[in-house]
């Protein structure tokens, strides 16, 4: 078992995904084979991260908690045969990125939409709504056929 924190700072990927972060995730992760010999991974982990309000972009903290399974595997073949309740990675030569695969389920654990209270939020009320679009007449465009009626008038 392995258990430790994560600098959000060197998590690019996050970075470019919700902006700067500072502090760390907590992450525990347990090690384990199971009777087919693939290699399990089951793991949890915590972080309060600076997040952007839909409607005003202003950073605003969330804490987010994800509990993951993994299983890992060398070919598509292989991860067809994980266990419904393992996620596969599949991994080049046996050796998985720890960091990557903990940056990858730090970010499948954000919430899709994020906003502060109404009353937090730099938008106010009245910049949220658009209004009312004002009416105008709708006036039809002249006919090619007018000119034939005036002319028809006068014959």
């Known amino acids: 078992m392995i258990e430790g924190l994560v600098d959000l700072e060197k998590l690019v990927r996050l970075q470019d995904e ?3 972060q500072q502090g760390n995730a907590s992450v525990r992760l347990q090690f384990d084979v199971d009777t087919q010999r693939r290699h399990l991974i089951d ?9 952007p309000c839909r409607r005003c972009l202003q950073p605003m903290a969330v804490s987010v908690a994800s509990h993951f399974k993994l299983a ?3 070919d598509d073949a292989l991860a067809a045969e994980v266990p419904s309740d393992y996620e596969p990675v599949l991994v080049d030569d046996e050796q998985l990125d720890l960091l990557g695969a903990v940056e990858d389920e730090l970010i499948l ?8 209270d109404e009353a937090n939020c730099a938008i106010s009320r009245e910049q ?5 679009a004002p009416v105008e007449e709708v006036s039809r465009p002249d006919s090619p056929f ?3 009626k ?3 008038g006068k014959f």
């Open 18 to 20: 919700i902006g700067p």
């Open 43 to 51: 793991g949890e982990l915590e972080a309060d991260l600076m997040v």
């Open 72 to 74: 890992i595997v060398s």
């Open 109 to 116: 654990s954000l919430p899709q939409v994020v906003y502060h």
């Open 128 to 132: 949220m709504s658009s209004g009312e």
């Open 146 to 148: 007018d000119v034939l």
């Open 150 to 152: 005036s002319l028809k």
